[in-house]
């Protein structure tokens, strides 16, 4: 055992997975950086073998095939927030990209990939991807595994990081009369959000046909909310039903997290309310005489 | 697969016009490299968790945090500091001609980060927006401007290099 970590850059995906199956424990994989150097620049994390993926460009680029939006784990949040089929066909994940912290610096660097194996509650692309359905693709040296995000984020087992690699994040393209909005509450304008809210909505005329709901940064896992928003189907969007909509959402929170982003309780109540606003965002491309208040 | 193992790795790197070649410890930060390899201490060392945005530099004409940037992952790479924006006679960059003439500093320690990332900004964008400004500018910290001198120093900077454009609009 070496006394000071070591590095590896695989040049493919076959040598890559190869090399982290011989490593048994104590490989951490690298790309960006931008998660995990900070735990490393403070000690928190002191790895035996950094597995740099950076350099495999199968990880790499957005392709669209059949109406499904492919995007390389190494597409960085600039390029999420400014590739045209990601614009075109997933306009919220776009727009999720853009509220990420850190400034440029950190949307020139950080990926895709990075973002989702951390599966940190503060993060802002998650509830986007829960909220439009996402599969993510992870290959071992047991091979290629197709999973849903929501599967994923109650899996312990997935090696993500270690043992097994993130290659792409796989998303159906928007339906184009698709209403969508996310919300953010935070205290600055870098700042992690207080409570964070996406949501796709189809409507019906003037009414709602169907509701999703994911809610970020209040609990240590996103909550996706649907069924409980049955009771707004059919309805056209009033100030009841966005009282209504606020109540499922603050109900769907069981533990509350208490950190520096805010105290459980309020950030439970802020749950209903991120919700409520990022609703009425996407109602706003509506007209407004569909928002009866 | 023992053989791609290693506890360094050469890298190339071309900092602000001259070539280095490298042997980087793993977990090395491109601050470290920079500031104690090749001596460029205008990089500055803030909070090595990537909030502040002292220690800004440009990778291939894009601005990163180089406290979180691990200098082995950048095989080739072309870097710009804050030092490399002199002019051959060390005359200041119109960028910190504006910083300098506005009062875009004062401490000036998240100055170099912050004249990086307003160079991105007026490279890709001529005419940008307070708006543009403030999200092109939001990964850096400064405790001293309250950033509204910072943002008319950009603004400036953007008359001054591009004063063909003011007429075409």
Redesign the interface.
């Known amino acids: 055992m ?1 006394l ?7 040049r493919d995906l076959e ?1 890559a997975t ?2 982290l199956a ?1 490593l048994s424990s104590g490989a951490v994989i ?1 790309a960006g ?2 998660e995990i ?2 735990f ?3 000690g928190v994390m002191m790895p035996d ?2 597995v ?1 993926i ?2 495999i460009s199968a990880l790499r680029g957005v392709n669209v095939e059949s109406d499904e939006v492919s995007i390389g784990a190494l597409t960085v949040h ?1 390029d999420v927030q400014s590739t045209a089929e990601i614009l075109e066909r997933l306009p919220l994940l776009a727009y999720a990209a853009q509220q990420i ?6 949307h ?2 950080g990926t895709i990939g990075g973002n989702i194996v951390a599966m940190h509650p503060l993060y802002d692309i998650a509830p986007a991807l829960l909220a439009l359905d996402t599969d993510v693709e992870l290959l071992s040296d047991k091979g290629l595994q197709r999973l849903s995000l929501s599967q994923l984020q109650n899996d312990s087992s997935h090696g993500l990081g270690s043992s097994s690699i993130l290659t792409r994040v796989l998303v159906d393209t928007m339906l184009p009369n698709a209403l969508w909005g996310y919300y953010k509450l935070k205290n600055t ?2 700042a992690y959000g207080s409570a964070n809210a996406a949501v796709v909505i189809q409507m019906d005329g003037e009414k709602i046909a169907s509701i999703r709901i994911v809610i970020g940064a209040v609990s240590e896992k996103l909550v996706i909310i649907s069924e409980a928003l049955d009771g707004c189907l059919g309805c056209a969007y009033t100030l009841e039903v966005g009282q209504a909509i606020e109540k499922a959402c603050v109900e769907a929170i069981d533990e509350p997290l208490s950190d520096q982003q805010g105290d459980g309780v309020w950030r439970k109540a802020m749950a209903g309310v991120a919700a409520r606003r990022a609703t009425e965002m996407a109602l706003s491309n509506l007209t407004n005489s569909s928002i009866k208040r | 697969m023992e053989d791609l193992l290693d506890t360094s790795a050469l890298i190339q790197l071309r900092v602000d016009g001259e070539l280095h070649e490298l042997d980087v410890l793993a977990g090395r930060t491109l601050l470290d490299v920079l500031r104690d390899d090749i001596g460029k201490k205008g990089t500055h060392l803030g909070c090595k968790t990537g909030h502040c945005g002292a220690c800004t530099v440009m990778i291939d004409g894009k601005v990163a945090k180089s406290c979180i940037t691990m200098a082995a992952t950048l095989a080739r790479a072309t870097i710009t500091t804050i030092e490399g924006l002199l002019d051959e006679k060390g005359g200041l960059h119109p960028i910190q001609q504006s910083f300098w003439d506005e009062a875009g500093l004062q401490c000036g320690y998240c100055a170099p980060g912050i004249v990086l990332s307003a160079l991105e900004l007026v490279t890709e964008n001529h005419h940008p927006s307070s708006e543009d400004i403030e999200l092109a500018l939001a990964g850096s910290l400064c405790r001293c401007t309250g950033y509204q001198s910072i943002k008319r120093s950009v603004a400036e900077a953007c008359v001054r290099m591009y004063p063909a454009d003011e007429n075409i609009n």
């Open positions: 070496s000071h970590p070591m590095y590896a850059r695989p040598q190869q090399l011989s690298i950086g931008q150097m900070p490393i620049n403070y073998v950094y740099d950076g350099g600039r912290g850190g400034g440029w610096q950190v020139n660097r304008a870098g």
